[in-house]
Each structure stands twice: as structure tokens, then as C-alpha cells.
């Protein structure tokens, strides 16, 4: 996580660069409004499919799309014992985003009935 929020990068240094390069991007309100903003090190593949995934979408969309994409296609990283709302057990799972290399084996019809039970 350290890696992924780039927390080990001093946030000041980075508002003075932001706001001389892009002024109207950021200024001392929009840093006041956004404490603690930060630059993601994403990895590329998961930033170019959610970039993909984000045209002519919502934000509750995009992140249910990729979260079927990665249930589907992805490998399980973590399950995670927690309690639903009517305090029962249940279990929440985390998946990878699937490597291009999976994604090549799924054909297109399989592409549309994904995106057909997304809708």
C-alpha cells in the first residue's frame, strides 16, 4: 500500500511543482479541499483497462465492470471473513486484474455476455 499511495514522497514539494506548472489546476484552495492528494503508482495494464472501461460510463459502472472482470478473469488474491448486514458470516474476495495473456483466451461472445449481465 506505502508503494501503491507513494507515501514514502513528501506531499509538499509536489503542491509547489503542481501549482506552478497548472495554476488553475491547483491552487491553495483546491489543496486546501484535497488534503493529502496523491499521484497513484498504478500499475499500466490495470490504468489502460480501467481507461478503456471508463468511456461513456459512471463511476458505479466502470468499478462493477472491472470488478467482473477481475472475478472472472483474474486470480484470487485474498478472501476476507466479514458479516453482512444482517450480521451473518459471508466472505468478500479480492482478484487480480487478468493478465493480457488471459484475456487473449476469452472470445468475444464471451466479452458481450459479460457486458450483457453488467448492464
Not at 16 to 22: E, L
Not at 25 to 52: H, K, M, Y
Not at 79 to 101: A, G, R
Amino acid at each position: 500500500m506505502r508503494a501503491y499511495f507513494q507515501l514514502e514522497i513528501p506531499l509538499e514539494p509536489l503542491y509547489t511543482k503542481w501549482t506552478a506548472d497548472a495554476p488553475t489546476l491547483f491552487n491553495d484552495e483546491i489543496l486546501r479541499r484535497l488534503p493529502g492528494v496523491r499521484v497513484l503508482a498504478q500499475d499500466p495494464w490495470e490504468t489502460l483497462l480501467c481507461f478503456i472501461t471508463s468511456s461513456n460510463n459512471n463511476i458505479p459502472r466502470i468499478h462493477l465492470l472491472m470488478e467482473t472482470l477481475r472475478a472472472k478473469h483474474g486470480e484470487l488474491l485474498l478472501t476476507i471473513p466479514t458479516k453482512n448486514e444482517s450480521e451473518e458470516s459471508t466472505e468478500v474476495k479480492i482478484y487480480s486484474y487478468p493478465t493480457l495473456e488471459a484475456l487473449a483466451q476469452v472470445t468475444e461472445g464471451e466479452f458481450r455476455g459479460e457486458r450483457a449481465t453488467m448492464s
